[in-house]
């Protein structure tokens, strides 16, 4: 058997080469950038540790703890801070604890008592057409009212997806609110329901699963992936062409001054839409997958900012805080990181990492260092009482950061489904198709590989 090549170092990519290796299937990683990982950059210097990226992971499936534990890394995670749970809001200007409990929901001052009588309806609203697409913002709106929209779900969909709400699709960008909906009549009802089949299924919500991430940082499970995989991986190997042969797959690398051929079995991507969309496919009746290269990543700046802790008012006793559009800020938000997760600042200092641009403003983020320092200072200055000067700051950009699925994305997921359908052998994965948290991507990596076992162990039952 040759092996199957995997194109793409994200955690993808990484999880399915991985698991066919522990299945002794061989395979070639080809990563075009100088390291894997993708959006995972941890930068530790002066007693700080900064996630560029995403800074936690959510244990939502059995698998992500299996490949925890096949890498030897459970002694390395820490989970976070059981009590930095909170979450907050920010309203007028200030932090508004987010309520964990109906008796905290009805006295919370972060929405109005016309916002919770609304909300009481929720159960009594109508589901709609299977067949019809809202926007988050549209569904938000008819189940929830317009103050949920603008003080849950859209500093919400500003912190995990970067985006906005009247462009997301809710079908694709939050596929368990439509089936809970569509299911059950109900959000309300849909959320006491549905967590006896997540238990049946080992499943956890994204709401209630455990988070975590290592001592070293995120990058440490990047990082040991790619030494599990020895050889296996070629760093600064763009692929710019897929072919079908006789025997399966032949890859071909764009090297500086040259171009190389190499052969496989079955090839899987796990690259961003807009780089699969500029691989040429050949040999092979397709869709024409040019159509990728206009799924939306907008820019995210992240922004890791460290104070001596007395220069801080605010206890910082949560995850982080969330800032609606309507507040008017410049960040999206700013997790805590610190109190998060131990080791993230010296003692007696605190780490704060924010996040600017994404949908709501995509111009900001690719501001220069010193002004996008300057917009999270003076926010943070008004949210959490900040003064005196950072004694640690790092700046990081992502110009293209996170797919946005928004409505129409169900065409994307059908033109990767129809190419695979129209090519065995190929299969496509990853955070354009599967899901963009860590999680998902994780698990995507495990269902590759599944796939690809299948394929090889009987290639027409892939016809």
Known sequence: MKSVAIIGGGITGLTAAF??????????????????????????????????????????????????????????????????????????????????SVGRFLSSHLFSAAAKVRLGCEP???????????????????????????????????????GDPCRLSVRHAFPKLHALEQRYGSLIAGQFLGARERKRQGRVSKQNAPKFSFDLG?????????????????????????????????????LPGQLRAEEHSAVIV???????????????????????????????????????????????????????????????????SSSLFAGRAPNGHILLTSYLGGSR??????????????YTLKDLGRLLGVTGKPT????????????????G????????ARVERAAPGLLIGGHSRSGISLGDSITSGFEMAERTQRFLSDPWAAL
């Open 361 to 374: 403003a995509p111009e900001l983020a690719l501001s220069s260092p010193e002004a996008l320092i300057d």
């Open 124 to 162: 009594f609203i109508s589901r709609s057409h299977p067949d019809q697409e809202e926007s988050v913002s549209e569904f938000v709106t008819r189940r929830l009212g317009k103050e949920f929209l603008d003080y849950a779900i859209n500093p919400m969909v500003g912190g995990v997806y970067a």
């Open 392 to 407: 640690y700051q790092h700046c990081f950009v992502f110009r293209k950061a996170i797919p946005q699925y928004n409505v």
């Open 270 to 336: 796990a690259i961003p839409a807009y780089d699969l969309a500029r691989i040429k496919i050949v040999n092979v009746e397709i869709p024409n997958i040019s159509a990728l290269k206009k799924v939306y990543y907008p820019p995210v700046a992240s922004i890791a900012l460290g104070f001596r802790r007395e220069d801080v008012q605010h206890p910082l006793d949560g995850f982080g805080v969330l800032v609606p559009e309507v507040e008017r800020m410049n960040i999206l938000g700013s997790i805590f």
């Open 19 to 100: 698991r066919l290796q522990k299945c002794q299937i061989p395979v070639t990683l080809y990563e075009a950038g100088c390291r894997v990982g993708g959006p995972i950059p941890t930068v530790r210097e002066n007693g700080y540790l900064a996630e560029c990226g995403p800074n936690t992971i959510l244990e939502t499936s059995p698998q992500i703890s299996e490949l925890i534990r096949e890498l030897g890394l459970e002694s390395q995670r820490i989970y976070s801070n059981p009590r930095a749970n909170n979450r907050y809001i920010a309203r007028n200007g200030r932090p508004a604890r987010v309520p964990d």
């Open 218 to 254: 995120l990058e440490l499970l990047t990082d040991t992936l790619h030494k599990a995989l020895h050889n296996s991986v070629l760093l600064g190997h763009p692929i710019t062409c897929i072919q079908r042969t006789a025997c399966g797959w032949t890859v071909t690398l764009g």
């Open 409 to 416: 994305y169900g065409r994307y997921i059908d033109l990767m």
